[in-house]
């Protein structure tokens, strides 16, 4: 369903945001630029003027890849799978901010599952980035984030995000998320450590409508899933 289907049913969604969001369905940077208050007095991005270098060229590559599959919104393409590695503190906790709400935002109905190492980190690191960041975009009243969940006000069951422990046997959390006509998209922080059956049951995952999964990490490891 596009997003011009959406703006007649629910007040908040004003017909300018809608036509906005819908003109960044392909340009995950140009997303980026205007979702938030880049330089805004006040804020905590007042000393900041946009993403940092290695994020424009992620999100550069990202809409590429996008524009090529050229989702008709009914014929699955292939998934999207990313990968980056990196030290600490260059921004990827921020930039799995920037993905869930790019996907949340220009994909009525996408559906999708973050995760982290430890619940610690999920919790207090990853998520609560994502909190912070969707809380300060443009589209922000169109969703309510709490501790676990990121949904649209008006479609909960068919328009989230959520987060879950890596532990083994939650694996099954990670089944069934399907968005047909839409983006299902899994992402995965600190992924060294994360165990293989997650990212199996995730990858089950990708064989509908446009996929997507993005894992981050520190280059700990010179064997398993992520190196």
């Known amino acids: 369903m596009s997003l011009a289907a959406q703006s007649s049913t629910p007040d908040d969604l004003t017909a300018a945001l809608v036509e906005l969001a819908s003109s960044c369905y392909h340009d995950p940077e140009r997303f980026v630029d205007i979702a938030y208050p880049w330089g805004e007095a006040g ?86 980035t994502i909190r912070r960041w969707t809380r300060a975009m443009l589209w922000a009243s169109w969703f309510s984030v709490n501790t676990q969940k990121m949904y649209h006000t008006h479609y909960p069951e068919s328009w989230f995000c959520t987060a879950h422990t890596c532990r083994e046997e939650n694996s099954e959390a990670f089944a069934g998320q399907h968005a047909a006509d839409s983006t299902s998209f899994v992402i995965c922080d600190e992924d060294s450590a994360i165990p293989p059956i997650i990212h199996e049951v995730a990858e089950n995952a990708l064989n509908e409508g446009e996929p997507m999964m993005f894992r981050f990490g520190n280059p700990t490891r010179n064997s398993g899933d992520f190196h």
Do not use: C, Y
């Open 43 to 128: 804020t905590f991005l007042e000393h900041h003027d946009g993403p940092d270098t290695w994020q424009r060229l992620f999100l550069r590559g990202l809409g590429e890849e996008i524009r090529r599959n050229a989702f008709d919104g009914h014929t699955p393409v292939m998934p999207i799978q990313r990968a980056v590695s990196s030290g600490h503190g260059v921004g990827k906790g921020v930039m799995t901010a920037f993905l869930v709400d790019f996907i949340m935002v220009t994909r009525p109905h996408s559906q999708g599952v973050v995760t982290a190492n430890t619940s610690t980190q999920l919790d207090t690191k990853t998520w609560a």
